[in-house]
């Protein structure tokens, strides 16, 4: 069932932004109705809609340019156009994978996995999109070496495809301990192999800020290491998935803070399932959190 835009909810935005004070990065400030927030410009926010299906894309294209979001993650071809009329990027486009557990892992998906992404990276770069997801796929008994070898064969027929079209494949990192048990790209170390393997600039990763947190930590050395291997990241609280504050353990601003230090001008998308009742406001609330 779509839900309503609320056009009351500007109260409850002003409420959001006093409760954030506490994390030394928001401030009160007068809201103007139907204008994105006045954010400060360094980080470039994104949103993935399957964690608001309350909203048909539609409604959630319109309500979240309203908080300031300029881009759309996970939408394929058949949605674009959507986004293109409420002015939204297609931050990272999908449509081209099999599924988060068939991937470039094992040759098996290989021929499909081809085809698709044949068909796919050009859609994308005429629709005037730049990044393209993929996965690795589970593990099923494969070693580190194995893994790597058998995602360099599959990606290295694309790339040369991928760079003619200016499309930037990402393949994302996903925790294997909690969400995506056997997942194979599941620490940042093999991720950044892959890349160098691979040695172009149109394969990068998606660093999911959540999921490192939960197999490996040590988020903002990482980050500080290995940026140039980042093309993308995801947000969203942990423990839980949820928001971004101070019932959770990440510290946002300071992640933030460590991305824009590394030059970075791609998206930093939020990707948690709030909690709360009025779910813009949750997605309002961390924008704010990490707009440093």
Request: aromatic share 10%; glycine share 10%; with cysteine.
């Amino acid at each position: 069932m779509t839900k309503p835009i609320d056009t009351g909810r500007r109260e409850s935005f002003k409420k959001v932004l006093l409760a954030g004070a506490a994390f030394g990065t928001l401030s009160s400030f007068e809201m103007k109705e139907e204008k994105p927030y006045e954010l400060k410009g360094n980080i470039n926010h994104g949103v993935c809609h399957w964690c608001f299906r309350d909203y048909s894309l539609e409604d959630f294209c319109v309500e979240a340019k309203k908080i300031g979001i300029k881009g759309i993650d996970l939408i394929g071809p058949n949605n674009w156009h959507i986004l293109k009329k409420h002015g939204l990027d297609s931050s990272m486009c999908n449509g081209a994978e099999i599924s988060l557990t068939e991937g470039f892992g094992e040759v098996k998906y290989h021929e499909q996995l081809i085809k698709n992404y044949t068909e796919v990276i050009p859609k994308v770069a005429e629709a005037g999109y730049q990044n393209l997801i993929c996965f690795s796929g589970n593990r099923r008994g494969m070693d580190d070496e194995t893994g790597l070898k058998n995602c360099q064969i599959g990606l290295e027929k694309l790339i040369p495809l991928a760079e003619k079209h200016g499309v930037i494949l990402q393949m994302e990192l996903l925790n294997s301990r909690v969400n995506h048990h056997d997942y194979l790209c599941s620490k940042s170390a093999f991720g950044v192999e892959l890349c160098k393997r691979l040695g172009s600039d149109n394969f990068k990763l998606l660093y999911d800020i959540y999921h490192m947190q939960i197999d490996e930590g040590d988020i903002i050395r990482s980050i500080q290491d290995n940026h140039q291997y980042f093309g993308h990241y995801h947000t969203a609280g942990n423990p839980g998935r949820n928001e971004l504050d101070d019932t959770q353990e990440i510290y946002y601003p300071a992640v933030m803070k460590a991305i824009v230090a590394t030059g970075f001008k791609g998206y930093v998308s939020h990707e948690f399932l709030p909690k709360s009742e009025d779910k813009m406001a949750a997605l309002a609330q961390g924008v704010q959190i990490c707009d440093v």
